[in-house]
C-alpha cells in the first residue's frame, strides 16, 4: 500500500541554524500539507500546496517557514533559521482529493 | 471559530470493556469528519473518516463512530477494547471552505488488564 515517508526521522540542531525536513508524497496525489506537533499538544495545521503554490496557512508559519516541491516526488519544509520553540514532531501529509490526508510518520525536532 | 473539542483528555477502561471517546465540533454547513490514532513514537494514522452518507462509520481494528448534526458530535466507539488499543486518538474535522484539518487536543485510552 503506498504511504507517505518522511526524512529523516530524528534531527537535531542548534538555535539559529537552517533546517530541512523531507517528504515524500504518495505518488498520484496532488495537494500536500506540514502538521507540527509540541510533544504533549495537538497536532496543528501550518500550511498546504497545491499546484506548485501555497493555498492555505497558519498564523504560525511566518517568513521563517518555506516550503518546495523540488522535483516530481519530495516536498520539503524549510525552517531558515530555527527557535527553541520550532522543537517539535513535524508531519507531512498528502491528499489526492480534498478529503482524506494520509500522514507520514513524522521527523521529530530537536533545537538546542 | 472553527474548533474541535475532545472532552476527555484520558480515558481509563478494562480490558474488554466498551469504550466511549467523544468528540464536538463547532457547527457548520458542510465538514468531514475523521477520527486518526497514534501508537507511542509513532506518526497518525487514520481509523475511520465520515464524508456523506450513512451517519454509522466503521473503521478498522473494530472502532465505529456515528455523526451527529443536530449535537455536532462524532463519538468514536468500540465494544470491547484489547490492551493493544492503547494509545493517543485525536478527532479532525475539515470544513468545506478551508483544505486544513483541524485536530481536537487528543484523548489518551489506557487499558487495564
Known amino acids: 500500500e503506498p504511504e507517505v515517508t518522511q526524512t529523516p526521522s530524528h534531527q537535531v540542531t542548534q538555535m539559529g541554524q537552517e533546517v530541512i525536513l523531507r517528504c515524500v508524497p504518495i505518488?498520484?496525489?496532488?495537494?500536500f500539507y506540514w502538521y507540527r506537533q509540541i510533544l504533549g499538544q495537538k497536532v496543528e495545521f501550518l500550511v498546504s500546496?497545491?499546484?506548485?503554490?501555497?493555498?492555505?496557512k497558519s498564523e504560525i508559519f511566518d517568513d521563517q517557514f518555506s516550503v518546495e516541491r523540488p522535483d516530481g516526488s519530495n516536498f520539503t519544509l524549510k525552517i531558515r533559521s530555527t527557535k527553541l520553540e520550532d522543537s517539535a514532531m513535524y508531519f507531512c501529509?498528502?491528499?489526492?482529493?480534498?478529503?482524506?490526508?494520509?500522514f507520514g510518520p513524522g521527523t521529530r525536532l530537536t533545537v538546542l | 471559530a472553527q474548533s474541535v473539542t475532545q472532552l476527555d483528555s484520558q480515558v481509563p477502561v478494562f480490558e474488554e470493556a466498551p469504550v466511549e471517546l467523544r468528540c464536538n465540533y463547532s457547527s457548520s454547513v458542510s465538514v468531514y469528519l475523521f477520527w486518526y490514532v497514534q501508537y507511542p513514537n509513532q506518526g497518525l494514522q487514520l481509523l475511520l473518516k465520515?464524508?456523506?452518507?450513512?451517519?454509522l462509520v466503521k473503521g478498522i481494528n473494530g472502532f465505529e463512530a456515528e455523526f451527529n448534526k443536530s449535537q455536532t458530535s462524532f463519538h468514536l466507539r468500540k465494544p470491547s477494547v484489547h490492551i493493544s488499543d492503547t494509545a493517543e486518538y485525536f478527532c479532525?474535522?475539515?470544513?468545506?471552505?478551508?483544505?486544513?484539518?483541524?485536530f481536537g487536543s487528543g484523548t489518551r485510552l489506557s487499558i487495564r488488564p
Open positions: 479532525a474535522v475539515r470544513y468545506s471552505s478551508a483544505s486544513k484539518i483541524i
Open positions: 465520515y464524508l456523506s452518507g450513512s451517519t
Open positions: 505518488s498520484n496525489h496532488l495537494y
Open positions: 500546496f497545491y499546484n506548485n503554490e501555497i493555498s492555505e
Open positions: 501529509a498528502s491528499s489526492g482529493g480534498q478529503h482524506e490526508q494520509f
